[in-house]
């Protein structure tokens, strides 16, 4: 089983975001005979190298009055001022459904 795992640092105006690939591999053997599924998982990560992302920026994370900064595996992808619009607002609100996650401002960054 293949998954996509993000990690987000933010120091500043600058995000560093780290993307891998996780591959779940099972190295315990299923037992039915107890009526009981026990099965390990080795968990192997590599660095991803296609796709896109859409940062979520809100004057919480960063300064939005300030130029932001987004590395992505350690190579720089963004650097600007990120101007907050409704249509921001409206998307992340759509996406989460969660009022304590309202972001004015995005960005999307490529992975590759």
Request: some cysteine; hydrophobic content about 35%; overall charge neutral.
């Amino acid at each position: 089983m293949r998954r996509t795992a993000y990690e987000m640092t933010i120091t500043g105006n600058t995000i560093d975001l780290t993307v891998n690939n996780v591959t779940l591999t099972t190295n315990e053997p299923v037992t039915p005979s107890t009526g009981t599924i026990n099965i390990g998982v080795e968990k192997t990560k590599t660095p991803a190298t296609q796709g896109k992302i859409r940062v979520y920026l809100s004057n919480e994370l960063v300064n939005l009055s300030q130029p932001v900064t987004i590395n992505v595996n350690g190579v720089q992808k963004f650097t600007g001022n990120v101007q907050p619009s409704t249509d921001n607002l409206v998307e992340s609100c759509r996406i989460f459904y969660d009022p304590m996650r309202v972001f004015p401002a995005s960005v999307e960054v490529s992975v590759n």
